[in-house]
């Protein structure tokens, strides 16, 4: 009796380790996943940023064709371009900071 309890421990403990295991494959897998959906999504989000930054700029030489001598300028354009650029980096630097700070606790755990 003791020795069928004894083998029933051991199966028992190794379907565990077993568990653990996959569990860990299929928690790696899940953080590398939404890693990756992380970084799609930023990328996307750098394209769209860009493509709107390239319509406005097309919209207003359109302008500029039509109308000379009115409406913002390019020169005005051009500043406001920028500092809008420099904004949506500090966001992405953030992110990417927030990123690494994560995986950083990750790792540790």
């Known amino acids: 009796e003791k020795q069928r309890m004894t083998d029933k421990l051991e199966d028992t403990s190794l379907r565990l380790k077993d568990e653990v295991d996959l ?6 897998k899940l ?12 990328a996307m989000q750098e394209l769209i940023d860009d493509l709107r930054r390239e319509l406005e700029h097309l919209q207003l030489f359109k302008l500029e064709m039509e ?13 406001k371009n920028r500092e809008t650029e420099m904004e949506h980096e500090v966001k992405r630097l953030k992110q990417v900071y927030k990123q690494k700070t994560l995986s950083l606790v990750f790792l540790l755990f």
């Open 31 to 42: 953080w590398q996943n939404r890693h990756e959906f992380q970084k799609e999504k930023e």
């Open 67 to 79: 109308h000379p001598g009115k409406g913002k300028g390019l020169s005005e354009y051009n500043a």
């Open 23 to 28: 569990y860990r494959k299929i928690m790696d």
